[in-house]
């Protein structure tokens, strides 16, 4: 089964700056299939990026996915007040054994 | 836009079966991706549960295969889950998912189902 590790476990930062959130996996995922959630409090988590780098249907251009192999990022060039959640990683390459990521909680300073 | 409404007893007792069901509107089970749920325990991260495709084949997390069933009502467009054995270990808010073509990434969540196991 592999792994996933995110990293921070909190993440403190104001609006308007760059957050980089960081996902590595216990082996290699099988073609980068990495994806990123984000969740809010009470609601269900909301699909960001999948494929590594592709972004949802309706997420705006200042998240961006990277990585392959073993280590994976999301990045928030500029935080917006309702970026502030919880963010999952999932890798979906080692099916049937799909896992998710412990979470990275971004909490405002 | 697909969404999804789980439905089902919020309390159930240990040793007993959990029964939940997913009713779809905006699109059909019969389209070309899986349908499934993910699990998450109060104040704690997400643990996937498995799928099932219209064709009958399906996804179980290994861990949780021998109390599961997935099944599928495409008269009523809705899927179900069904997990035995229950045990505190079990309580979670179950979310019912759809998903992105034959890859394991959600691209559609229900609004989740707080499901207690207690006697």
């Known amino acids: 089964e592999i792994v996933l590790t995110q990293s921070p476990g909190t993440l403190s930062l104001s609006p308007g700056e760059r957050a980089t959130l960081s996902c590595r996996a216990s082996q290699s995922v099988y073609s980068n299939y990495l994806a990123w959630y984000q969740q809010k409090p009470g609601q269900p988590p909301r699909l960001v990026i999948y494929?590594?780098?592709s972004r949802a249907t309706g997420i705006p251009d200042r998240f961006s996915g990277s990585g392959s192999g073993t280590d994976f990022s999301l990045t928030i060039s500029r935080l917006e007040p309702e970026d502030f959640a919880v963010y999952y990683c999932?890798?979906?390459?080692?099916?049937?054994?799909?896992?998710f990521g412990q979470g990275t909680k971004l909490e405002i300073k | 836009q697909v969404q999804l409404q789980e439905s089902g007893p919020r309390l159930v007792k240990p040793s007993g079966t959990l029964s939940l069901t997913c009713s779809v509107s905006g699109g059909s089970l019969t389209t070309s991706t899986w349908w499934g749920w993910i699990r998450q325990p109060p104040g704690k991260g997400l643990e996937w549960i498995g799928y099932?495709?219209?064709?009958?084949?399906?996804n179980y997390n290994p861990s949780l295969k021998s109390r599961l069933t997935l099944s599928m009502d495409t008269s009523k467009n809705e899927f179900s889950l069904k997990v035995s054995s229950l045990t505190a270990l079990d309580t979670a808010v179950y979310y019912c998912?759809?998903?992105?073509?034959?890859?394991?990434?959600?691209?559609?969540w229900g609004q989740g189902s707080l499901v207690i196991v207690s006697s």
């Open positions: 999932q890798q979906y390459g080692g099916s049937p054994r799909v896992s």
């Open positions: 494929g590594a780098s």
């Open positions: 998912a759809r998903g992105g073509g034959d890859l394991s990434y959600v691209v559609d």
């Open positions: 099932i495709f219209y064709s009958g084949s399906t």
